[in-house]
């Protein structure tokens, strides 16, 4: 049997730079016809010299597929107008991260009164870029999420013409404050579809699924599952595919972040094919984006076949999820 996919969007990644980017830019490039870039490079990516330089070293790293990287930059609460307007036409998004909440993101912010983020979101608001939130507060691990949600909640009333993207939800308060608000919406994970916290720390620890937001419970990912699979039209795909060498996760202070990548869509497959929504698949991975953000990205055909996919040990040094075991669908082509 063969699945087609038109133009696949991965609405939240981390390449990186440097070796790490020439090695993981080719693997999205290959499959994807368009990407959010994360900008949590060290140091962040916070003026416009940044994006386009940063933008310039992927598409350098992805020679001549057919690719899209969007690019974002990091947030900081005093970003002018002027700035912003100036910038708007290089970057499809911002992305805020509380500080220190995850990999690099001790620039974020410390303070989330809403006055304090004021400046900026009016801005944003005013110019039409969409805000993408890392939402956790510094509370216990498995609370972070659903405690950030009143602070959504702030941001969406006070500025209401303003598009809020819940990045990687794991929880059902995140779902279901979805359809409170007009202006809010969610990038999903495949980790965070397939796993729950028993996988990451139920037996033996699984450092290659230890990734922020943590992986939650069961109820938390029937609620993901249960907007993915009817593509929801306020849900995307971002596969938050964070890359990190094998030592960093294979260590006793491991690294966040699940490198997903290359087995994405062949995941993805699986896991919509098993659950009787193969036909929903599409508007997840791409048309729900693209009307989301506004985009269109080059035109891509995915044709998927269910023969069977061995997922490498590794690539280069980074270990990808389901490494070493058989998916049940491959990437036959790309046209
Ligand atoms: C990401 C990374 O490594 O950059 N890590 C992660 O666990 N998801 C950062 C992030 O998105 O939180
Ligand atoms: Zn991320």
Redesign the pocket.
């Known amino acids: 049997m063969e699945i087609r996919l038109y133009s696949p969007l991965d609405m ?1 990644l ?1 390449l ?1 730079d440097g070796e790490m980017l020439k090695t993981v830019a080719p693997l999205s490039a290959k499959s994807f016809s368009g990407v959010l870039i ?1 900008p ?1 490079l060290v140091p962040p990516v916070t003026s416009k010299e940044d994006v386009i330089s940063y933008k310039k070293r992927i598409l350098s790293a992805i020679g001549d597929e057919k690719f899209t990287p969007y690019m974002t930059l990091f947030f900081k609460s005093d970003y002018s107008y002027e700035f912003l307007n100036d910038i708007k036409d290089e970057i499809l998004a911002i992305k805020l ?1 509380p500080a220190g ?5 001790q620039d974020g912010v410390t303070n989330f009164s809403i006055d304090s983020l004021a400046p900026t979101l009016e801005a944003m608001s005013e110019l039409n870029i969409p805000l993408c939130v ?1 939402g ?1 507060t510094n509370g216990f691990v498995m609370d972070r999420e659903a405690e950030f949600i009143p602070i959504y909640e702030s941001i969406a009333k006070r500025f209401p013409k303003l598009k809020i993207i819940m ?2 939800i794991t929880t059902k308060e995140a779902v279901q404050a979805l359809d409170r608000y007009e202006n809010l919406y969610a990038t999903i ?1 495949l980790h965070h579809l397939y796993i729950t916290l028993d996988d990451v720390a139920g037996d033996l620890l699984k450092p290659h699924l ?4 943590i992986a939650k419970r069961p109820e938390d990912r029937m609620a993901l599952r249960q907007v993915a699979f009817n593509a929801h039209p306020k849900v995307m795909f971002g596969s ?1 595919s ?3 060498p094998k030592d960093k996760k294979e260590a006793p202070g491991c ?4 490198f997903t990548a290359p087995i994405a869509l062949q995941a993805l497959a699986e896991l919509f094919y098993e659950a009787g929504v193969i036909e929903n698949l599409e508007k997840f991975v791409s048309f729900n984006a693209k009307n989301i953000y506004n985009i269109d990205p080059p035109l891509k055909e995915v044709i998927l076949e269910d023969s069977g996919f061995d997922v490498p040990l590794k690539y280069s040094n980074v270990v990808p999820m389901f490494a070493g075991e058989r998916l049940s669908w491959r990437i036959k082509d790309v046209i």
Do not use: L, Q, W
Not at 101 to 105: D, V, Y
Not at 210 to 213: A, Q
Not at 255 to 258: D, K, M, N, P, T
């Open positions: 939240h981390h990186r994360m949590n991260y909440i995850t990999t690099n993101s890392h956790e990045e990687h994970t230890f990734c922020k937001p938050d964070a890359p990190h690294a966040a972040g699940v």
